[in-house]
């Protein structure tokens, strides 16, 4: 396979598998580019690579920082911003569970929490409150297990994943 060939499906591969994440397919697509990036790259050479417009790359751009998968890095000699991405996966991994932690899993602890304290006078009320418990304990080991993968080193993991994995 050409470099280009490869190179273009990796970035498609990527931004399909951003959606998966809760990102749009731009924001991966940016994200996989100025991983395979050798050189650091300025938004108008994204846009270029990418076809995309300056305010979809300037918002997609700032979400990445925001996620701190990317970085904004001054060239000597130069006025524009460039960027580049955080090549340590293991780092990217602990990043990107922690957004998907903050805008899913917290919020629906939270609810759940509130739910969990409906009467539970009638059968529906029971049943209500039964599913809501059952729900909210395992968000609640969920949000643990999370927490103790951001928080570790990529070998505990591994060692940890290669157990489940047998």
Do not use: C
Not at 21 to 49: F, K, V, Y
């Amino acid at each position: 396979m050409k470099f280009k060939n490869a190179k273009e499906e990796f970035i498609q591969t990527w931004g399909t598998l951003g959606t998966n994440w809760g990102i749009n397919r731009t924001m991966a697509q940016i994200h996989a580019l100025l991983l395979i990036a050798t050189e650091p790259m300025n938004a108008d050479q994204i846009m270029e690579e990418l076809k995309i417009s300056r305010g979809n790359a300037n918002m997609n751009l700032h979400s990445l920082m925001d996620w701190e998968l990317i970085y904004k890095k001054s060239l000597s000699g130069h006025r524009k911003d460039y960027f580049v991405a955080e090549k340590d996966i293991w780092l990217m991994v602990q990043r990107i569970t922690a957004q998907r932690k903050k805008k899913e899993l917290d919020p629906l602890i939270k609810t759940l929490k509130k739910l969990s304290k409906v009467n539970d006078e009638t059968p529906e009320e029971k049943e209500l409150k039964t599913v809501v418990t059952d729900i909210h304990d395992f968000a609640n080991q969920a949000n643990k297990m999370l927490t103790s993968v951001m928080k570790s080193d990529n070998k505990w993991f591994a060692k940890i994943f290669l157990k489940l994995w047998r």
